[in-house]
C-alpha cells in the first residue's frame, strides 16, 4: 500500500463522519514532512523514543476550564470534568477535545459513546499542523491520528464507523513514519503477520514490531516473543522467545501487564536452567542497547 495522504483525509471526509479540515492537513503544497526521530513521551499511546531533535520553547497556557477540568478528573469527579472540558472544547480548546475524546472511548464517568469519541479526535487530528516540531500540541493531534486508525481498523456498527483497512493501514503509516508512534508500528506488525488487507509477510511484521519494541512497546515485545515461541517466520529459539517476554513484563503498563505475566510465567516454568540463563543474558545485552524506563519483575 502506497501513502497517499491528501487523498485518504479527502475519503475521511466524504464518509461524513470527519471534519472536511482533516482532507487538508497534509495537502499543502510546498510543505515537507519532517520525519522526527524521537523524545520522551508523556502520552498514553504516544511514548516517542530518546533521541535529539528540536522542540518548541513555548507551552501553550492551559485556559481555566481545562486546568478546572483536569483537577477535577485526578480527584476522581470524572462528570465535573467533562462539564468542564465541554465548555473548554466549545471555545476550540483543543486540548480539551483530546480528553473528552479519551473520556468518551474509555467510559471514565461517562457511558462509552464511540461516535462522541471518534468525532473528537477527528476534529482534533484536523488540526495538526507540519512544523517540524515536537510540540504537546503535535503529540495530541498525531495520538488522535493513531486512535482513528484503531476505529478504522474494526469499525464500530453501532457508532456508523466503517471498517476501512486500508485507510486504517495509512494513518498508521504515517504516524509511524513521521513520529515513530509504538502503537502505530506495532498496529503496522499486527497487520502484516495477520494479512490484514496486505499481502501476510511475518518478516515486515516484525520489523515493524522491533521498532516498537525499541520504545519499550510491552505488547510489541511480547508479539515477538509468541513469533520465536511458535517459530512462525523465524527458527524457534524459546530462549529468545523468554528474552522478549522478560523485556515485555519489565515494560507493561497496568492495561496488558496482568496477561503478559501470566503467559511470562507459563513460559519460564516450561523451561530449564540453562534457557533462563540465555535469555537473562540477551535481556542484559537488549537493555544496554536500548536503555529506556523499565517496570521492575
Excluded at 72 to 77: N, P, S
Excluded at 132 to 154: K, N
Excluded at 211 to 237: I, S
Excluded at 274 to 281: M, P, Y
Aim: charged share 25%; net charge positive; aromatic share 10%.
Amino acid at each position: 500500500m502506497r501513502i497517499s495522504r491528501c487523498v485518504i483525509y479527502r475519503r475521511l471526509a466524504a464518509l461524513g463522519v470527519v471534519s472536511a479540515g482533516l482532507a487538508g492537513i497534509f495537502a499543502a503544497p510546498g510543505v515537507a514532512q519532517t520525519a522526527l526521530k524521537g523524545s520522551p513521551g508523556i502520552f498514553h499511546t504516544f511514548t516517542p523514543p530518546p533521541g535529539p531533535y528540536e522542540t518548541a520553547p513555548s507551552v501553550p497556557v492551559l485556559g481555566k476550564s481545562l486546568q478546572a477540568g483536569n483537577q477535577a478528573f485526578r480527584d476522581g469527579k470524572f462528570a465535573a470534568a467533562r462539564v468542564l472540558w465541554e465548555k473548554a472544547a466549545q471555545e476550540g480548546d483543543l486540548f480539551a477535545q483530546w480528553q473528552l475524546a479519551n473520556l468518551y472511548r474509555s467510559g471514565r464517568g461517562v457511558a462509552v459513546d464511540h461516535r462522541k469519541a471518534f468525532q473528537y479526535y477527528a476534529a482534533v487530528a484536523a488540526r495538526h499542523k507540519n512544523t517540524g516540531q515536537l510540540t504537546r500540541r503535535t503529540r495530541i493531534t498525531v495520538d488522535s491520528i493513531v486512535r482513528l486508525a484503531d476505529y478504522f481498523r474494526t469499525g464500530v456498527k453501532q457508532a456508523k464507523i466503517p471498517k476501512r483497512i486500508g485507510q486504517a493501514f495509512r494513518l498508521y503509516q504515517f504516524a509511524a513514519t513521521y513520529f515513530s508512534h509504538p502503537s502505530a508500528q506495532f498496529a503496522l506488525g499486527q497487520i502484516y503477520v495477520r494479512g490484514e488487507g496486505v499481502k501476510k509477510s511475518i518478516g515486515r511484521g516484525m520489523r515493524w514490531y522491533l521498532l516498537a519494541a525499541r520504545k519499550r512497546h510491552a505488547p510489541a515485545q511480547a508479539a515477538l516473543g509468541d513469533l520465536y515461541l511458535r517459530g512462525e517466520g523465524v527458527r524457534k529459539d524459546e530462549a529468545r522467545a523468554l528474552m522478549w517476554y522478560t523485556l515485555a513484563r519489565q515494560s507493561a503498563r497496568a492495561k496488558s501487564a496482568k496477561r503478559i505475566a501470566e503467559s511470562y510465567r507459563q513460559l519460564y516454568d516450561s523451561t530449564d536452567g540453562s534457557l533462563r540463563t540465555k535469555a537473562e543474558n540477551l535481556v542484559a545485552v537488549w537493555n544496554e542497547k536500548f536503555p529506556g524506563p523499565t517496570r521492575k519483575p
